[in-house]
């Protein structure tokens, strides 16, 4: 048993537009890990935490898990891969997948949530959309895997306990997000000229 965590932050969810609900996953997560938290010291009984939507960089994971949750929902991060069901096609010059979000229409064609009643009454609450293509899982899953091991490393934390435990979670300015990554350069161009 575990609780999942999450209305209308997956990057095809539109439940948040059509009725107002829901919260910043961030927020949620680390209310809802208190919670779970105090729980466990008062009967003893861990209860797992789910992170649903919200991740969409690979340092997102790092992030859910530090903020408390054990693992997290990642549609959109295996839909653009080979193995995902849906076909590779070319739009504007770029390979996607396509990717649906289970409140979409099309979703509710294949009739997996049907609940009776009217169908005039129902409405969306995911879209039908594409994700840029990204090749084969494996390579992917090892890259990112790398990525949350590294971050977790940088934190002084092997567990995602320890990480739990060491990450100092801050709020940033706009400026600061900016002065993270390159800024005040020209890049070079990856192609080799000769």
């Not at 509710?108 to 879209?127: H, I, M, P, T």
């Not at 934190?155 to 709020?171: D, N, S, V, Y």
């Amino acid at each position: 048993d575990f609780i999942k965590i999450g209305i209308g932050g997956g990057s095809i969810c539109i439940t948040r537009e059509t009725k107002g609900i829901g919260r910043g996953q961030a927020s949620a997560v680390i209310e809802v890990a208190a919670a779970r938290d105090e729980y466990y010291r008062e009967t003893g009984v861990y209860i797992p935490i789910c992170s649903d939507g919200g991740i969409v960089h690979d340092y997102h994971m790092t992030l859910a898990l530090a903020m408390g949750a054990d693992f997290m929902m990642l549609g959109r991060y295996f839909a653009r891969f080979d193995e995902s069901p849906t076909p590779k096609i070319m739009v504007n010059g770029q390979y996607v997948k396509e990717y649906w979000g289970e409140g979409s229409n099309r979703a509710r064609n294949w009739q997996r949530y049907d609940l009776g009643g009217k169908a005039k009454l129902s409405f969306e609450e995911g879209v039908d959309s594409y994700v840029t293509y990204a090749g084969p899982l494996h390579d992917n899953v090892e890259k990112s895997l790398y990525k949350v091991k590294s971050t977790m490393c940088n934190c002084g934390a092997i567990t995602i306990e320890e990480l739990q435990e060491k990450a100092k979670l801050t709020l940033v300015s706009a400026t600061s997000i900016v002065e993270g990554g390159y800024h005040d350069v020209m890049l070079r161009s990856t192609t080799t000229v000769k």
